[in-house]
């Protein structure tokens, strides 16, 4: 990579960083991207539905096909900024703004270093495609999932993808996640009897019906765990329950707990054993499943051992293998493509006022992808 090419990426990441892309609006971050790629032969479509808007550029026609996914939505900024978070501001060697490490920086480090690639190497064998969404860190729905079907109806299946999320811990390099643990949410009502606190035997108190529900769920070892993975893990979030006096026993209580779970688990088999310890205690309840996402492991060495040899070469570090954290759209994709990754920048300030990625790290993470597309398409660097 260049010098030239280095100040053309950091014009275009500036022009991103400066879109309001709260979710699910993109707000022209996508038609900056494609025309950047689009200036260099590649060709582009959009998949888009409600308010999401998907984008998907491709170079090439033959096999192999690598994807690069990522997504251009950002969360609201929230309070607690120094500068106009969707001002991209240089502070002490960093370029602040909405987005820079979550995860606009991957979106346009990666596009930059396909560019490069393609200019490089306009003969190469293989297909090189980029998958942007604005609806990641919202519901999904309409997001890369919904592209993925569209896609398939066209015969495009992807043999390798890296997911650019932030994962590394303390440097750039450090870590890749390849895999995530499943995640599954249960929103359980139980009934009771409503009636005055102070007669005990007219009443059935649901909030005392559920403790001993949760104590149970929260005691309960769900399995071992599994290689890479830790054992599920169960949390309650929400609690609701009583009509705000103090002398009332109320007729209903709610609350919401999940579980983070690993391969070596089903969905199926968390779900019948919890349902078996709520009826255990209560029969009238209701119960309610969502699973947004299914565990995941990348077990094919091909993609992992040429982006481990690529952080090599720029950084000089071994990454660390981890599955760790919450879910990404990789729990999408890894049901649509056998080999899938997730790297980027450092994630320390992801969802936090001030976020911001080193200036330093920019042209080093492009070069990370740049050489990833070098060893994967078997060519000579240039």
């Given amino acids: 990579m260049t010098a030239a090419s280095d100040n053309l990426t950091l014009r275009l990441l500036r022009e991103v960083l400066s879109c309001p892309s709260v979710t699910p609006e993109d707000k022209g971050c996508q038609n900056l991207i494609s025309g950047f790629l689009i200036d260099a032969g590649f060709e582009s479509e959009t998949i888009c539905r409600g308010k999401t808007d998907n984008l998907y550029c491709w170079y090439g026609s033959a096999r ?77 729905k309409d997001g890369t999932a919904f592209a993925i079907e569209e896609l398939k109806k066209k015969g495009i299946q992807p043999d390798f993808c890296i997911v650019g999320e932030p994962t590394c811990s303390k440097e750039l390099g ?62 309650v979030s ?80 071994k990454p660390a293998l981890s599955t760790t954290g919450g879910t990404s759209d990789a729990r999408f994709i890894s049901r649509w493509c056998s080999e899938v990754v997730e790297f980027g920048p450092v994630n320390n300030l992801i969802h936090k006022a001030n976020e911001s990625i080193p200036l330093k790290d920019i042209p080093k993470l492009t070069e990370i992808y740049y050489q990833t597309l070098v060893n994967l398409f078997s060519v000579s660097s240039k």
């Avoid at 979106?107 to 270093?113: E, I, K, L, P």
């Avoid at 009332?248 to 709610?254: D, F, Q, T």
């Fill in 238 to 317: 929400n609690i609701t329950a009583g009509t705000g006096a103090v002398n009332i026993v109320p007729g209903s209580c709610s609350f919401v707990f999940n579980l983070r779970y690993n391969p070596a688990t089903s969905g199926q088999e968390i779900e019948n054993k919890a349902n078996g310890i709520i009826k255990e205690f209560a029969e009238n309840s209701d119960i309610s499943w969502e699973h947004s996402a299914f565990p995941f492991k990348t077990e094919g060495k091909e993609l992992t051992g040429c982006l481990e040899k690529a952080i090599s070469k720029v950084q000089d570090i």
């Fill in 174 to 235: 450090d870590t890749i996640k390849n895999g995530r643990r499943g995640s599954c949410n249960c929103r359980v009502t139980i009934y009771g009897e409503q009636g005055h606190v102070a007669y005990p035997l007219k009443v059935e108190n649901p909030i005392h019906t559920a403790s001993k529900i949760i104590s149970k769920l929260a005691q309960t070892q769900w399995d071992q765990g599994c290689e890479g993975f830790p054992s599920t893990s169960f949390q």
């Fill in 64 to 140: 192999p096909l690598f994807l690069f996914a990522g997504h251009t939505d950002v969360v609201p900024p929230g309070c607690g900024w120094n500068t106009d978070p969707f001002a991209p501001t240089e502070v002490d060697g960093n370029l602040v703004a909405r987005g820079a490490q979550d995860m606009k920086t991957s979106d346009v480090c990666f596009a930059a270093a396909a560019k490069q690639f393609v200019k490089n190497f306009p003969n190469f064998k293989g297909r090189i495609a980029l998958l942007l969404t604005s609806d990641e860190e919202g519901d999904g």
